[in-house]
């Protein structure tokens, strides 16, 4: 980090994303430890962009719907003279009815892939048989498997159904074997430490964004103050988490990832403090004056400040009272 990291518009999340992903190598980290424990199954040069507009038409007897739908992130995955398609949908937000919203696009694009093969035998006039062209398909097409992951960059846990069946009404025990389900491949931000990633950018991505949501200041000192960090990098995490000091401090500095890193702790430190002890106050002059320090370090306790930020505002009787009538 340097002069040459001059300050920068900071985007939407969305769009910070879609940007961050795009990359090969990030994208291929992301579903390598997913997918496959961190093993390097995918490579990044074996990955190519496709067009994400999935828009189909479906057709019924006596008219046609059409279903306008376009993906974030697409790409294809070349394993030997074959391919799989891989997906990949961001959420700030859970999405409610997400397995249905992912089991469309999917669906979509099964579709365009039939599609294709429809378009391509009328122009050549080489259905195999008559059934081949009522289907739009010939019996040797075969279409290309979709894998989607749902990331999800939310402070809270996905409190959402990640299956077809989680949205259902309860299902006669007898039709149980003829409903198909659907499952959504969800990653969440807040996983981190459940993934093993070797891109250094998704790394830090998921494991600064997780520990600032968590407020694990401690952590995030101890794991950053000797390590710079790319602008691009302090400029992601900061659409996420919506902590703009984050990259207000990181262009004002000239260089020295650790001196960035310990302002950016003091800064959230001060912050969450004063807030644990503006909400502290308001509640203790609810309750009387007579209890407004042991009502402040119980919800900075609560707000999951540490002993030792604590201790900065309050003496260790204060501390201890606070604790012993927290845990009765």
Not at 15 to 29: G, I, L, P, S, V
Not at 276 to 304: C, D, H, P, S, W
Not at 311 to 324: P, R
Request: proline letters at 3%; glycine letters at 8%.
């Amino acid at each position: 980090m340097g002069k040459n990291n001059s300050k920068k518009k900071i985007d939407k999340p969305d769009t910070a994303m879609k940007t961050f992903w795009r990359n090969n190598e990030r994208f291929a980290d992301l579903f390598n430890a997913v997918a496959f424990n961190g093993s390097h199954v995918i490579n990044p040069d074996e990955l190519t962009e496709m067009d994400t507009d999935v828009s189909g038409i479906i057709q019924f007897n006596d008219y046609n719907e059409s279903l306008v739908r376009t993906r974030d992130i697409i790409k294809k995955f070349y394993n030997g003279i074959e391919f799989t398609i891989l997906g990949l949908e961001l959420q700030t937000n859970p999405h409610y009815a997400m397995p249905v919203r992912a089991l469309l696009y999917d669906g979509l694009g099964y579709l365009k892939e039939c599609n294709e093969f429809r378009n391509i035998h009328k122009a050549e006039h080489d259905f195999d048989s008559d059934t081949g062209f009522l289907s739009g398909m010939n019996k040797s097409d075969k279409i290309h498997p979709i894998i989607t992951l749902i990331f999800y960059y939310g402070e809270s846990p996905w409190d959402g159904p990640v299956t077809l069946s989680g949205m259902m009404t309860d299902i006669p025990e007898e039709l149980r074997p003829f409903f198909s389900d659907y499952k959504i491949n969800l990653v969440q931000i807040l996983d981190s430490g459940h993934y093993q990633f070797y891109n250094e950018d998704v790394r830090s991505v998921f494991d600064i964004t997780q520990k600032i949501y968590t407020k694990n200041l401690q952590g995030l000192s101890e794991e950053y103050t000797n390590k710079s960090i790319d602008g691009e990098i302090i400029n992601l995490v900061t659409t996420i988490t919506g902590f703009s000091k984050l990259s207000d401090i990181f262009n004002e500095l000239d260089d020295g990832g650790e001196t960035t890193v310990w302002k950016c702790v003091q800064e959230m430190e001060d912050e969450w403090v004063q807030k644990g002890v503006a909400e502290g106050e308001r509640k203790g002059e609810i309750k009387g004056m007579q209890k407004e320090r042991q009502t402040a370090i119980i919800t900075m306790i609560e707000l999951g400040l540490t002993k030792e930020q604590i201790l900065t505002k309050y003496s260790e009787e204060d501390y201890l009272k606070a604790e012993e009538a927290l845990n009765n």
